[in-house]
């Protein structure tokens, strides 16, 4: 049951982040008096980032979990993950050619993953001290570097901006909606969640407890330390029109914000406050659970276990079926999205999506299997 209320309570955590993401995507960020809405407040860039974090999590359990795999093994197991990024990619590309009106993580997402296979013999301590080094360093690199790069075009990445490899790669790294160099951070906090002892109480409380912390003393720093040098009316701008990055060449005074999407040092902090939050409290309640509760759980939260297959539907239907103009689009997406997933919970089944970027890494398991068992025993 220990192994059963990790993944659900993980599953979990993923459903939350695609509802939060898919709220962002479909519901208005202010209310009809100009303030900022109730949904816009929770869930900017706390969902994506909890998206981020969450595949670190898998990328780590991929390669050991709480025991790197060394050797072939791990060379097998990057094999794998190598094609289930550059997949994932390739699906955020077709994505990108819809009409959509959303910004498409799943390129980002996949060059996110391969930033992350150098790591992957790290324990979770290491993990963590190098996602707060990163999270500190990173933004400054990207606040020097990108006044030298190309302007971006604010575009989703597709197919077609291939034919201009540099402007994609700047935008993929420093200037897009998502870059991967500071969202790196994100990739190492879930990887030292992943190499943690997940099915441990006092693990999961301090993922919890320490969350929150990190997450309310970020805000309040940041608060402190703009008030007088950023005006007030820029700072409310910057919560709901910031698009992956602070001004490019602007002052480094932006660095101080915690707005989402700003890609700042506190706003990674913050939010990596809150993933590690999310995702705590998910496997403390789930692990709380009477003992029939879990399976039940996992059955309502089934959407988590197939996120891929579920925001690329909920892309596609965004862009021809239930547009957000739509008065009632936020919840026909989430009983669309909550009935696959509790169907192919029930049936057990994966999704198609998650299948399809998993078979490289199964094949090459059994290559390596079978290339074992044929080695004679001395």
Same mark, same amino acid.
């Given at each position: ?5 990790? $993944? ?44 981020? +974090?969450?595949? &670190?999590? @898998? ?25 289930? =990024? ?22 980002? #997402? ?29 933004? +400054? ?5 990108? %006044?030298?790069?190309?302007? %971006?075009?604010?575009?989703? !990445? ?18 897009? #909606? #998502? ?6 951070? #994100? ?15 006092? +693990?999961?409380?301090?993922?919890? =407890?320490?969350?929150? $912390? ?16 950023? !005006? ?12 992956? @990055? @602070?001004? @490019? ?13 700003? &890609? ?16 705590? &409290? ?11 509760? !879990? ?38 997406? +989430? ?44």
């Amino acid at each position: 049951m220990a192994s059963t209320g990790r $993944l659900v309570g993980l599953d979990v955590a993923r459903c939350l982040a695609l509802l939060g993401m898919v709220a962002t995507h479909l519901l208005s960020s202010r209310s009809p008096a100009g303030e900022e809405s109730l949904s816009h407040l929770v869930a900017s860039g706390r969902a994506s980032a909890l998206f981020a +974090v969450l595949a &670190g999590v @898998t990328l780590a359990l991929l390669t050991g979990g709480r025991t790197p795999l060394v050797g072939r093994d791990r060379w097998v197991a990057v094999g794998g993950l190598v094609a289930r =990024a550059l997949l994932i990619a390739l699906l955020g590309l077709a994505l990108g050619e819809l009409d959509t009106g959303l910004a498409i993580i799943l390129t980002y #997402y996949g060059v996110l993953f391969l930033l992350g296979l150098p790591f992957v013999a790290l324990g979770a301590r290491a993990l963590a001290v190098l996602a707060g080094v990163w999270l500190v360093v990173a933004p +400054v690199v990207s606040h020097l570097v990108r %006044p030298e790069l190309p302007e %971006p075009r604010y575009a989703n !990445p597709s197919f077609e901006q291939l034919s201009e490899p540099v402007l994609l790669l700047s935008e993929l790294t420093f200037t897009g #909606y #998502y870059p991967v160099v500071p969202w790196l951070a #994100y990739l190492l906090a879930g990887m030292a969640v992943g190499r943690s002892d997940l099915a441990r109480r006092t +693990v999961q409380g301090a993922l919890l =407890a320490g969350g929150l $912390l990190l997450a309310a003393g970020s805000a309040l720093v940041s608060a402190r330390l703009t008030e007088g040098r950023v !005006p007030p009316e820029l700072l409310d701008q910057a919560r709901t029109d910031s698009y992956g @990055t @602070t001004p @490019t060449g602007g002052s480094p005074e932006w660095l101080l914000i915690a707005a989402p999407h700003s &890609g700042t040092p506190f706003d990674l902090a913050q939010t990596i406050g809150s993933s590690l939050a999310v995702i705590g &409290g998910c496997l403390l309640v789930v692990g709380l659970l009477p003992a029939a509760l !879990p399976r039940v759980a996992a059955v309502v939260f089934g959407a988590g276990t197939m996120t891929l297959t579920l925001y690329t539907l909920h892309a596609w239907l965004r862009s021809d079926w239930i547009p957000a103009e739509e008065p009632s689009a936020f919840r026909d997406h +989430v009983i669309i999205l909550g009935l696959i997933g509790a169907v192919f919970v029930l049936l057990r089944r994966r999704g198609p999506l998650e299948a399809l970027v998993a078979l490289p890494g199964r094949g090459l398991r059994r290559w390596n299997s079978a290339r074992r068992s044929s080695v004679p025993t001395p």
